[in-house]
């Protein structure tokens, strides 16, 4: 392999070991904390 090929794949490879944790701790710290179904709907009283 050349070496220009050898140091991309060094930097490509360095570049997605560094943004992959990024990604997972950004999804996690932007995951939704509430409740996963909505509430339940109180209808009215029938009218009389």
């Known amino acids: 392999m ?3 090929h050898r140091t991309a ?3 490509i490879w360095a570049v ?3 943004l992959l944790p990024l990604v ?3 999804a ?3 995951r939704r904390n509430g409740p996963l179904e909505a509430p ?3 209808l ?3 009218a009389r």
């Open 2 to 4: 050349l070496r220009r």
């Open 9 to 11: 794949h060094r930097w």
């Open 28 to 30: 996690l710290a932007l």
């Open 16 to 18: 997605l070991a560094t």
């Open 44 to 46: 009215s009283e029938p």
């Open 24 to 26: 997972l701790l950004g």
């Open 40 to 42: 339940s709907v109180r």
